[in-house]
Nanobody, 119 residues
């Protein structure tokens, strides 16, 4: 059974940093891409950043220059380094991955981790 687990969320003051991790476990052949999405109360999930297995990345304009996404293929893990955090970054952060399993590609979501930035 395949599972995504996020960690690293918490409470931080404005201007501070956090590092989120997302680990994919199970019978995974390879990872196509992994990304981070945020969801605020009453809102839809929005892309924060995504990394493709070849290393290409894409960021939301609001986090460009402050957040860095990376992936360790050997550990099936994606990271989101968040610097210069702002109160508006407060949200539940979800990991999403497209994983190659037994010849097909499947999409998975993690359970989410809360990030709260105080002013």
């Amino acid at each position: 059974q395949v599972h995504l687990e996020e960690s690293g969320g918490g409470l931080v003051q404005s201007g501070g940093s956090l590092r989120l991790s997302c680990v994919a476990s199970g019978s995974i052949f390879s990872i196509n891409d992994m990304g981070w999405y945020i969801q605020r109360p009453g809102g839809q999930r929005e892309l924060v950043a995504v990394v493709v297995s070849g290393g290409s990345t894409n960021y939301a304009d609001s986090v460009q220059g402050r957040f860095t996404i990376s992936m360790d293929n050997a550990k099936n893990t994606a990271y989101l380094q968040m610097n210069s955090l702002k109160p508006e970054d407060t949200a539940v952060y979800y990991c999403k991955a497209h994983l190659r399993i037994r010849g097909a590609t499947y999409q998975y979501w993690g359970q989410g981790t809360q990030v709260t930035v105080s002013s």
